[in-house]
């Protein structure tokens, strides 16, 4: 018996070879995919009329725009800054109007003040800087894999106890702007 088994694995191993699979080659194809990032931010003045200043003005609130955020990336981060695109003699992080002579030209007339008021459209939370400063807030929400935004910006006038006391201006001109900036992180 033991001179067959030698015969028996050679046996075993030269059909093995003659009818088992051999490996001719290896290799891997590879598969790649892209989906672009795509950030829309929209801007839509709703304010179309300029100021006509009175007392009756004191302590009230005017849409002077909405806005629309979004964003296919949940890895970034976005921030809204609003702050006065014009200085005043109060400082370059106040918010106010300023008074100007008829060539558009700084006049020496006392600012008017103003603060600014942010509603989210979608869940009417809101934020405002009481204070007439710069402000700035993240902007998004994350839904799925997107972020997502509906809003409206607003400017306030201080109330008669807050010191809007329209006798202490200068008739005249009047110009303020806000400068909206969206910042990814």
Do not use: C, W
């Amino acid at each position: 018996m033991r001179k067959g088994l030698p015969a028996i694995m050679i046996l075993l191993t030269l059909t093995a070879l003659l009818y088992g699979q051999r490996t001719l080659f290896v290799g891997t194809i590879p598969l790649n995919g892209k989906i672009p990032l795509q950030e829309t931010f929209s801007l839509d003045l709703t304010l179309s009329s300029e100021f006509v200043f009175t007392q009756e003005l004191g302590g009230k609130e005017f849409e002077v725009a909405t806005y629309e955020f979004s964003s296919n990336s949940p890895d970034l981060q976005y921030e809204m800054k609003l702050s006065p695109g014009i200085a005043s003699s109060l400082g370059s992080d106040v918010f106010a109007f300023r008074n100007i002579t008829e060539e558009g030209l700084p006049s020496e007339g006392p600012p008017i003040p103003f603060s600014i008021s942010l509603k989210d459209l979608d869940d009417e939370s809101s934020l405002s800087a009481g204070d007439s400063r710069s402000m700035k807030k993240r902007v998004g929400t994350l839904v799925g894999s997107r972020y997502k935004e509906r809003g409206s910006i607003s400017m306030v006038f201080p109330t008669l106890d807050e010191g809007f006391h329209i006798e202490e201006f200068s008739s005249g001109l009047y110009e303020a702007s806000i400068l909206v900036e969206v910042l990814a992180n």
